[in-house]
């Protein structure tokens, strides 16, 4: 794991190196062990690429980045890991490549000299690297299929093109003052939402989307934007459901297996569910003998612990747990510090628990931990998509099924019949009618503390947001709304969660659940093995992990993960909040009186608490840290 930048340019070399030490300086933490620069004069303009080092795997110098080919031709800046380094080794070897250390960086750069972009969809790995070509006067990067590693770009219409693992690392390497996208401001602010695409909190900076590379000609200054790949959700497997789960216990553990692949201390982060469960299973199985490291956040005296499941499971694998729990008061004294770490807002306190894992894996010496995310997405995980579900039964001619999946799927723990019920009609209805019932049950598009005016005078979209599938078939709504999750809203604000806060403590976190291999298959099997007609979910990773995971951990009808007791931290926060909420923004959509009146009346249980807090007080602190003049 590593941090990467870099820039295009007609400023002098010296002047290159100064700001690319300043930008690399943004990412020491994602990279403490080693750095480097190089700057290639072509013809007409400068290229300069930087590197931070976190060393996991060939910790020689052998492995140094930035990375030349042995012609000079291709210069290399990587952040990530290939697991499968060592099969593609040998097949480039097979073919004549020869190699001068043991890296997989060396081999991603050899796979690039053979098979140019070709070599994306042969790559199991989580990564982001950016290529020089000096012979075609061209950059090429390219970004992991499911957004694991960041990747940032700044495009202007002069003559810079930037680009950097982290925002504050492009910024540095900007000419043009920051601004705040407004849009994105609104839609984090009123509905929660973020990271749902390529737009970020700063206008003119964007994301690479997971899934994606992009060429830059250096001569034309164009840039160009290609999809590598995308989820496959048909045609369907007819596959038994013991031998589907059979595939996935298999394809799992062969993940993992690849993921376990270090020269590093390794660990694991146990929330005590079903995911993180399923994963320091396959490490017991995979490695009987070897002492496992888990680390895990109790949240001490409330009644989303989850104390009594990481008991459970590290007793089952005989693990060495390590715990942490927290106070409202060291939330308060790490605030900034974690809010710096991510580089945007985000959604709530349960990140904090998170940064915890991660700080007390580093304290404990682990440099790698292996994580669960990706298993709801890819697995029918959450409270089981009932309203892609339904439509897919109804687009079979099954009524009497839809209707009954309805009824059982409300009995579970947590679930409220009429929500199912609502997510159902929302599938039929058009954007319009969406629009109209969100307003009907009580939702607001322009809150009191928002001026409507000002926003809407600026072009901002004062909507409900309603991410949908791009591509939807018959029977298949499910998959293509879990293919849909993987790439937009969720799951990308969790990768980031998580990237952000291990690199914060210099660790790397690997999610074997996220790989093309695992996606295409569990994509493309039948719905309901996925959620079950009684409305289970994960239902055939719950059959696929007997034996690995107690069963009585498989049999939980609950979901908690890493959460924490928000609205009790918060209240007991209230004095330090109200100093925050003042703390002048002077932004003029924003009234700040009325969101310190509202936030009064949750305090005074006149108005019901919502992570709606959370997000006045993330946005607040996040502003003051990066548009303070």
Known sequence: MCGIAGLTSHRPAATLRSDLAQSLAFLRRRGPDDRGIEIWQGPGHSVAMGHTRLSVIDLTEAAHQPMPSADGRFLLVFNGEIYNYRELRAQLEAIGHGFSSASDTEVLLQAWVEW???????????????????????????????????????????????????IPAVQALRSSPQTLDWQVA????????YDTGERTFF?????LRPGHRFTYDLGSRRLDLHSWWKPTISPVQHLSIDDAAEGLRSHLLNSVKLHLRSDVALGAALSGGLDSSAIVGCMRHLEPDVPIHTFSFIASGSAVSEERWVDRMNAHVGAVAHKVSITPQELATDLDDMIAAQGEPFGSTSIYAQYRVYQLAREHGVTVTLDGQGADELCG????????????????GRVFGAAAFLRQWGRWPGR????????????????????????????????????????????????????????????????????????????QGLLRHGDRNSMRFSVESRVPFLTTDLANFLLTLPEEYLVAP????????????????PQDVLDRRDKIGFATPEHQWLLQMAPNIREWLRHPLHL?????????????????????????????INFTRWHSQHFSG
């Not at 609104?186 to 939402?193: N, Q, T």
């Not at 206008?203 to 994301?207: E, F, L, S």
């Not at 209805?429 to 607001?444: K, P, V």
């Open 116 to 166: 140019g972009a070709a070599s994306l969809a042969r790559l199991v790995g989580m990564f982001a690297f950016v290529i020089l070509d000096r012979a075609t006067n061209t950059l090429h990067g390219a970004r992991d299929a499911f957004g694991i590693k960041p990747l940032y770009y700044h495009h202007s219409d002069d003559e810079v093109f930037c680009f950097a693992s982290e």
């Open 186 to 193: 609104y839609d984090y602010l009123v509905h929660g939402s």
């Open 203 to 207: 206008a003119d900076v964007r994301a």
């Open 381 to 396: 995980g959450y409270v089981g998509y009932p309203g892609p579900r339904v439509h897919s039964l109804l687009d079979s």
């Open 416 to 491: 409220n019949g009429m929500d199912g019920l609502k997510a159902a009609v929302a599938e039929y209805t058009s954007d319009a009618a969406y629009q109209r019932l969100r307003r009907f049950n009580g939702a607001e598009v322009c809150p009191a503390w928002l001026d409507g005016n000002v926003v809407a005078a600026a072009g901002v979209s004062l909507r409900f947001p309603r991410p949908l599938p791009d591509v939807t078939a018959p029977g298949r709504r499910l998959p293509a709304e879990l293919a849909r999750s993987l790439h937009g809203l969720g799951l």
């Open 534 to 549: 009684n409305g289970e979910t994960k239902h055939l990773l719950r059959r696929a992990m007997r034996g690995l995971v």
């Open 588 to 616: 003029p959509f924003l009234r700040q009186d009325e969101m310190l009146k509202a936030f009064d009346q949750v305090v005074a249980g006149q108005r019901p608490f919502s992570w709606q807090v959370w997000r006045w």
